[in-house]
């Protein structure tokens, strides 16, 4: 069995969904996980907040040298837990196996839309 490349845990300080907004690129927030394992993966999403506990909840899967990204603002995505917008949080991922972890966000609140991507912290 493959241990694949990439580490088990994961976190990703700045996250921060924004609002659609009226472009034609609509602003959102997204984690892209790739397995490169031979087994699929589960991963467990915990999300820490300023002003209130952190939420566990959110798991996902991921098949076997795959890749998939995950939306914030898809409540599918997200395990039934509904991101709330404009609102700091920071974001840890645990799986049973090795993965590589990238975040993006698409932020047009402003004329001069903005778009980051950014490894996560592993550990």
Excluded at 11 to 16: G, Q, V
Excluded at 57 to 84: H, L, Q
Excluded at 88 to 116: P, T
Aim: charged fraction near 25%; glycine fraction near 8%; include cysteine.
């Amino acid at each position: 069995m493959c241990d694949g490349v990439g580490k088990k845990v994961w976190l990703i300080p700045d996250c921060e969904l924004p609002q659609e907004g009226e472009g034609v690129l609509k602003g959102h927030e997204s984690v892209i996980v790739v397995n490169d394992n031979d087994f699929d993966v589960k991963i467990n999403v915990r999300l820490y907040f300023a002003d209130k506990e952190c939420y566990d909840g959110i798991e996902w899967t991921v098949g076997a040298k795959k890749v998939r990204c995950f939306r914030m603002n898809n409540i599918n995505d997200m395990s039934g837990y509904e991101v709330p917008f404009d609102t700091q949080y920071a974001m840890k991922l645990e799986s049973n196996g090795n993965i590589v972890v990238q975040y993006g966000r698409l932020d047009n609140r402003q004329v001069n839309l903005a778009y980051y991507t950014t490894l996560g912290y592993c550990e």
